[in-house]
């Protein structure tokens, strides 16, 4: 079972064109992770965001929590063709992590 | 320094046959996840181990699914009788204490096809 909602579920753009991701829940989490998956590789960890209202920037990545902790979305400026994979957010639920369906992007150059 | 490494990394088998997949988690790391990925979707939480004790097996589909970890290492996720649905790729996470603030360190995944 899905808990997360994120959107859009595909994105193709080019080279130098700015994104933003989404990921929303109807129930609040006390924290969020966002893992970027590459084909044939395991997802690996780029943020995690604990506090409502919370940014964090990794280079051009650009990470909030929404006020309420109920929403997160994922900026990228100026993407580049090795942003390309699936952005995956995901909540804790006791000691496992419960993942959405992820937001697939390519950008081409 | 090594990662989690996961073996084989494509299994192919028969329907209703028996399957073992190995997972070795980063050395140190007592927290052992296992996750499933169909395609088009996020990875699915099957089982959590904290050192050799399943802490959270309530991912497992049914009871042909079934993983050990005997010496709080090395961990082996077993399906019985295949079916077709259970194709997918296998994920293996390891973490270094578990929990909320505990990152997950994933495997590359072993990709089960049933034909």
């Known amino acids: 079972t899905q808990l997360l909602e994120q959107s859009p579920q595909f994105l193709s753009i080019q080279e130098g064109e700015n994104l933003t991701v989404y990921c929303n829940s109807s129930?609040?989490?006390?924290?969020l992770q966002w893992y970027r998956q590459e084909p044939g590789e395991g997802p690996v960890l780029l943020v995690t965001?604990?506090?409502?209202?919370e940014v964090k920037k990794l280079k051009r990545l650009t990470f909030q929590f929404g006020d309420a902790r109920k929403d997160s979305s994922l900026h990228i400026t100026a993407a580049q063709p090795g942003d390309t994979g699936l952005y995956l957010c995901?909540?804790?639920?006791?000691?496992?992590?419960?993942f959405g369906k992820g937001t697939s992007l390519l950008v081409t150059p | 320094g090594a990662g989690v490494s996961q073996t084989p990394s494509n299994k192919v088998t028969e329907k209703g046959k028996y399957v073992e997949l190995r997972c070795d988690p980063i050395?140190?790391?007592?927290?052992l996840y296992w996750y499933r990925q169909s395609l088009g979707q996020g990875p699915e939480f099957l089982i959590y181990f904290q050192g050799t004790g399943a802490a959270d097996d309530s991912g497992l589909p049914n009871d042909r699914f079934f993983a050990v970890r005997p010496e709080g290492s090395v961990s082996t996720l077993k399906i019985q009788r295949t079916e077709r649905g259970d194709s997918a790729v296998y994920l293996c996470a390891s973490s270094l204490r578990g929990g909320a603030n505990s990152p997950l360190h994933f495997g590359n995944g072993t990709r089960l096809t049933v034909t």
């Open positions: 129930s609040v989490f006390s924290s």
């Open positions: 965001v604990v506090t409502g209202g």
């Open positions: 050395s140190g790391h007592t927290a």
């Open positions: 995901a909540k804790n639920s006791g000691y496992a992590l419960n």
